[in-house]
């Protein structure tokens, strides 16, 4: 049984900071594609950041969000972070954390998410 669960989320100003924990159960995190997507209302859901490799790590944004933000992972705690910097108001969605075992199509297990808001 796969299960994630986020956490993290919140209200923040503009230019603030977030750092979205996301822990797995049943999956393991160093070996398998951990992303993070976000879905604001009325839009299209978007693929904001890409881990994957147990040795040589790779890592994926858009262009979006090149710069300010970063994923990481700790593989003692089984969790994968999203640090978040210099937030803008158009950051406002929801984040969801997902697995799959590769970083391209449809993630296969997804978390319920955590509400991010920058006003």
């Known amino acids: 049984h796969v299960q994630l669960v986020e956490s993290g989320g919140g209200s923040v100003q503009a230019g603030g900071s977030l750092k979205l924990p996301c822990a797995a159960s049943?999956?393991?995190?160093?070996?398998?594609?951990m992303g993070w997507f976000r879905q604001a209302p009325g839009k299209e859901r978007e693929k904001v950041a890409t881990i994957l490799g147990a040795g040589a790590v790779v890592r994926y944004y858009p262009d979006s969000v090149t710069g300010r933000f970063y994923i990481s992972r700790d593989s003692g705690k089984n969790t994968v972070y999203l640090q978040m910097n210099n937030l803008r108001p158009e950051d406002t969605a929801m984040y969801y954390c997902?697995?799959?075992?590769?970083?391209?199509?449809?993630?296969?297990?997804w978390g319920q998410g955590t509400q991010v808001t920058v006003s």
């Open positions: 997902a697995a799959n075992p590769i970083c391209v199509g449809s993630f296969d297990y």
């Open positions: 049943g999956y393991i995190v160093r070996s398998n594609c």
